[in-house]
């Protein structure tokens, strides 16, 4: 039974341009979570979604985040206008009942911007 | 807002010495999990606990939940290398919000 699966581990991106990051939950897990960890700090949580729809968002910047967990395929969150700040390590999560449920990370996408 | 803190933020420990995270939330929590981040890794699931004064133990790992489910306590018997890492407490507050405490990273000198 394959864990989360994030990709690509790393990307580096040029102010101003488009960051996508992909996250395949565990297999029949359908709860998804994103965090943002900047160095030698915690997780931040950013939004939580279920097949389809957005749970939760409270932690998402109001500007250029988006996320999204269609029917079919991976859930992306997508950076627009990346700016420095936005460096950081991009951790996806899956639960296979709820937020009350244990969560099984991925190993993250470092994103750099340059 | 919400927030849940965690003591200390850093602990450099002997190998062999115990080790204590605290984890305090400023509002009740419906329940509390713990993870643990090695070095370069992921956080990974350790434990949770739901009742009021609960207590569970994982070999020398010992978890408490306090009777307000405002606090949350890891400690650690006889450290090993293999302990190194950082801490994580996580709970559900208001509004089901999952938050994520601030870490406590653990150093383990040989």
């Known amino acids: 039974n394959a864990g989360v699966m994030q990709n690509p581990r790393h990307l580096v991106r040029r102010r101003g341009q488009e960051a996508r990051l992909r996250c395949s939950p565990m297999?029949?897990?359908?709860?998804v979570y994103w965090y943002r960890q900047l160095p030698e700090e915690g997780l931040k949580f950013m939004v939580y979604?279920?097949?389809?729809?957005?749970?939760?968002e409270s932690g998402m910047p109001k500007e250029r985040f988006s996320a999204e967990f269609p029917k079919e395929g991976p859930s992306i969150l997508r950076i627009q206008q990346v700016v420095r700040g936005d460096s950081a390590a991009y951790f996806c999560?899956?639960?296979?009942?709820?937020?009350?449920?244990?969560?099984?990370f991925g190993p993250g996408t470092r994103l750099t911007v340059t | 807002g919400q927030q849940v803190m965690q003591i200390p933020q850093y602990q450099h420990v002997q190998e062999g010495e115990d080790f204590t995270t605290y984890c305090n939330s400023s509002?009740?929590?419906?329940?509390i999990q713990w993870y643990k981040q090695r070095p370069g890794g992921h956080p990974v699931f350790l434990i949770q606990?739901?009742?009021?004064?609960e207590v569970k133990k994982q070999k020398r790992l010992t978890f408490q939940f306090g009777e307000a489910k405002k606090n949350s306590s890891l400690h650690i018997t006889a450290t090993q290398t293999t302990d190194v890492g950082t801490y994580f407490c996580?709970?559900?507050?208001?509004?089901?919000?999952?938050?994520f405490g601030t870490g406590t990273s653990l150093t383990v000198i040989p």
């Open positions: 999560a899956s639960s296979l009942v709820g937020t009350r449920d244990e969560q099984y």
């Open positions: 297999k029949g897990h359908s709860h």
């Open positions: 979604l279920q097949k389809e729809n957005i749970i939760d």
């Open positions: 509002t009740t929590l419906s329940n």
């Open positions: 606990l739901v009742k009021s004064g």
């Open positions: 996580a709970g559900f507050g208001i509004g089901n919000q999952f938050y």
